[in-house]
């Protein structure tokens, strides 16, 4: 695998929603998704985005679907938007075969650069399925904590995905992005 040095980060724009759409499908659904460590597939079933979902994001105003790229390929991407003092981190797939080499590392970093920088966030928030105790403990090595905050998890809204279960919510991550993160 390249190092994630040889990386270019750039905006998406409207041409890139479907390769994006691939690359979260197959990141996080399916049997594609199960390659690498990041997938949901033993929690949801269905789709996890699709590309009007996708494009409102690419348009937002204050928003920015942040893609990573090596030798021409897309193999990251995450969304990163302004909201009020803080950006927001979503959306982030990592192409399963490769994970596990420091790519997500490059591409989280980037995302709170362009936070902190661009829209002088003070600090970056997420939301992850409780239940996923490995990704979370991911973020808390990267500086996130848990919050103690939840949100229900929008069930009856397909466009989130099919539940396997009934116990699902999301917890919301936190990271002070203040000088030195």
């Given amino acids: 695998m390249n190092k994630p040095l040889s990386l270019i980060f750039r905006a998406a724009g409207t041409a890139d929603v479907p390769a994006i759409v691939a690359l979260v499908e197959s990141a996080y659904r399916g049997d594609s998704g199960r390659r690498g460590w990041t997938t ?8 996890r985005t699709d590309e009007p979902a996708v494009g409102e994001l690419v348009d937002r105003p204050g928003s920015c679907v942040l ?16 909201q009020g003092e803080s950006g927001y981190f979503g959306m982030f797939a990592v192409d399963p075969d490769q994970q596990g ?3 997500g590392k490059a591409v989280l970093a980037e995302a709170e650069r362009l936070a902190r ?27 996130y904590r848990r919050s103690g905050e939840y949100q229900p998890f929008p069930y009856g809204d397909e466009r989130f995905g ?15 992005l203040g000088a030195g993160s």
């Fill in 162 to 176: 099919i539940p396997r279960r009934d116990d699902l919510r999301f917890e919301v991550l936190i990271k002070d």
């Fill in 101 to 103: 080499g420091g790519l």
């Fill in 117 to 143: 920088e661009q829209w002088h966030c003070r600090a970056m928030r997420m939301t992850v399925i409780e239940q996923r105790s490995e990704l979370i403990a991911w973020y808390e090595r990267r500086g």
């Fill in 67 to 82: 893609l990573a790229e090596r030798d021409g390929q897309l193999i990251a991407s995450a969304h990163v938007e302004q």
């Fill in 40 to 47: 949901e597939s033993e929690l949801l079933d269905g789709r």
